[in-house]
């Protein structure tokens, strides 16, 4: 009980003088607040609440994979004529989500997000964030600082040389071969969409020891270079980077265990990233 009270006085005086107040969780530099123009509501229980909520505002988001914690979550958004738009839904507490959207605004990441109540959503393609905010009575939070050109994507010189070859024809192909170096079973894709310009699939690897989770194994096909880059920037900077990214010409293995990265590029090909 004592403790609680500390946690509530804490959050009261972190209201008053929020200059002067440490993170409680971290130890960590003051709480960012949460900016003036971003509405009080709604609040959402949890990430499928906020993506039930897209759909009921006619933008369909299935569901790509999900934060262990499950307080991140990212799906594809269809916007129709077959485009589709990957979002990161989060959630967070209101003492500390000033600071995780601050953190996400500023350098180096500089995400476009839309945020309201208890939550914020990162949209990948900025040019749809209007439509995301319309659609939730939200506001579109712009990225701070010097930002790139629109011809020079912020992943520009930031991801390694992904090797042309190999490529493969289609997701069990990639499949067939990761299952091959390091055990791909319990496959799951059933949230593909043919609108996406990607297919994924997750699936349990044979490894991982007490640090297995029920998916360790996130692979996924690309249409295109640009595709690729930008799901490998997603894993990257959107707070749910895996513990080993292997990359090639139109693929991507993410890994739950570091361990097996090196198996996975001599087997099956690409290049780790980082």
């Known amino acids: 009980m004592k403790r609680r009270m500390r946690a509530v006085a804490l959050a009261c005086l972190c209201a008053v003088v929020l200059a002067g ?8 530099a003051p709480y960012k607040p949460i900016p003036g123009n ?14 039930s909520a897209l759909d009921r505002a006619k933008i369909p988001c299935p569901v790509l994979g999900r934060s262990p914690s499950g307080d991140a979550t990212r799906c594809g958004a269809q916007f129709g004529a ?21 953190s996400r605004r500023n350098p180096p990441y500089q995400h476009t997000l839309v ?14 964030a209007p439509r995301v905010a319309e659609a939730l009575h939200a506001v579109v ?13 912020p992943y520009k010189d930031r991801l390694p040389e992904i090797p042309d070859k190999p490529a493969y024809k289609n997701l069990d192909a990639l499949v067939d071969k990761v299952d091959a170096a390091v055990g791909c079973t319990d496959r799951d894709d059933d949230d593909n969409h043919p609108a996406l310009s990607w ?6 690897t044979g490894r ?12 996924a096909i690309y249409d295109d270079a640009r595709s690729r880059d930008e799901g490998l920037w997603s894993k990257i900077t959107g707070g749910q980077t895996p513990k080993g ?25 690409g290049i780790e990233v980082r």
Request: proline fraction near 6%.
């Open 21 to 28: 107040c440490t993170d409680e969780r971290t130890g960590g």
């Open 38 to 51: 971003v509405p009080k509501g709604p609040d959402f229980k949890t990430t499928d609440d906020l993506a």
């Open 82 to 102: 077959g485009k589709s738009v990957e979002l990161e839904l989060h959630l967070d507490t209101p003492s500390h989500l000033g600071t995780a959207m601050s």
């Open 115 to 128: 945020a309201a109540g208890n939550w914020y959503i990162r949209v990948m393609d900025p040019d749809f």
């Open 141 to 153: 939070l712009k990225p701070l600082g010097e930002t790139s050109s629109p011809n020079e994507p």
């Open 199 to 204: 297919q994924f699939l997750n699936c349990a």
């Open 208 to 219: 991982g020891g007490q640090q297995r989770q029920d998916h360790c194994a996130d692979l």
């Open 245 to 269: 990214l292997v990359a090639g010409s139109n693929w991507s293995v993410a890994l739950c265990d570091e361990a097996l990265v090196d198996d996975v590029v001599k087997r099956v090909g």
